[in-house]
């Protein structure tokens, strides 16, 4: 039972980086787009799916809550403050999502709020990774650090890198999504982004190296991880094949195909730990009776649902958007 959650819970992380990384990546590179136009056109290439999104943020918050209590209680300690920006964020996010279309004059102050929500959204994941990444302060599975211990030039690199990753998440969704001056917008974006994203995994890497950080050494005890970055290396030589042929349909899973490596490669690299390196999988779970007891309403119920309607609503929405179909 104990195998099922942990693997439940890496599937909702991923959906949620997967799904609410492409949108949150729009509104990102919605702060560059030349006209209002372009601005409706990205718009309408998330507005069927955003909101739907962050369910998986909520599944996943579930199941660390009943599945294992003691990483939840410790992760809120380290994190409170950082998290409850991010809540902030994504609320003025969908706030100014809605009210863009209702309010002419403000238009504008709704837009940066847009732009400025999804871009803390990002910056406060990316700082959430490189502070686990680096070690948490934990005696006898409590928190022992202070309120901004999680706040550290690494995971600050790291806040950047992800909003490097979600971007170009973003603009690969674009790609297959829209037509004329936004599609051409995220061809144009895709190999500097993917710069972006490259120049900063090398520095993340020569930083961890020289803190002498204990996840690399995973490296030299598992090798057959090596597998895991190769993978994401042929995903990124075919996203640059794909953005010189102009072909619309590859980009958004090459990009995804990339995070799952690298989402990969840290779990990986954190097993059998779930907070590294102080507390296990199996010290971080619940009783097997409450495992057993959640199994048969979220695991079996909420879990497949969910996934289903997801699967349904994009298979609804495929295709892409006509930018005359908007809210005026």
Not at 75 to 92: K, R, T, W
Not at 119 to 131: E, H, I, P, R, W
Not at 152 to 178: D, E, Q, R, V
Not at 200 to 218: D, I, K, P
Request: charged share 15%.
């Amino acid at each position: 039972m104990i195998t099922f959650w942990a693997a439940a819970l890496a599937l909702t992380l991923m959906l949620y980086v997967l799904l609410d990384g492409f949108d949150l990546g729009v509104g990102m590179l919605f702060g560059i787009a030349p006209d209002e136009t372009a601005r409706r056109h990205m718009v309408q290439a998330i507005a069927p799916v955003w909101d739907g999104n962050e369910t998986w943020l909520v599944l996943a918050a579930t199941i660390l809550f009943g599945a294992f209590p003691t990483v939840y209680a410790l992760l809120l300690s380290a994190f409170y403050l950082p998290l409850l920006l991010m809540l902030a964020a994504l609320i003025l996010r969908g706030v100014a999502f809605e009210f863009r279309y209702k309010s002419r004059r403000l238009r504008r102050v709704w837009d940066a709020g847009f732009v400025g929500g999804s871009y803390c959204a990002a910056f406060v994941q990316g700082v959430t990774v490189g502070a686990l990444v680096q070690e948490l302060p934990v005696r006898d599975g409590l928190y022992a650090g202070g309120a901004f211990t999680w706040l550290t030039p690494f995971s600050l690199l790291c806040g950047l890198g992800l909003c490097l990753g979600y971007a170009l998440l973003g603009a690969a969704w674009l790609c297959g999504k829209t037509e004329s001056d936004v599609r051409d917008l995220g061809f144009r974006l895709l190999p500097r982004l993917l710069l972006g994203v490259l120049v900063f995994l090398g520095a993340a890497f020569a930083y961890a190296l020289a803190m002498n950080l204990r996840v690399l050494h995973r490296w030299v005890e598992r090798p057959e991880m090596l597998v895991l970055p190769l993978v994401g290396a042929a995903a990124c030589a075919g996203l640059l094949y794909a953005v010189r042929r102009r072909n619309d349909a590859l980009p958004f899973p090459l990009v995804a195909l990339i995070f799952a490596a690298a989402f990969a490669t840290l779990a990986a690299s954190f097993l059998p730990y779930m907070v590294p390196f102080s507390v296990t999988v199996k010290e971080a779970a619940a009783p097997e009776a409450s495992l057993s007891f959640m199994f048969w309403g979220a695991g079996v119920v909420v879990l497949p649902i969910t996934l289903i309607y997801t699967l349904v609503v994009y298979r609804v929405f495929k295709g892409k958007v006509d930018v005359a179909e908007h809210y005026d």
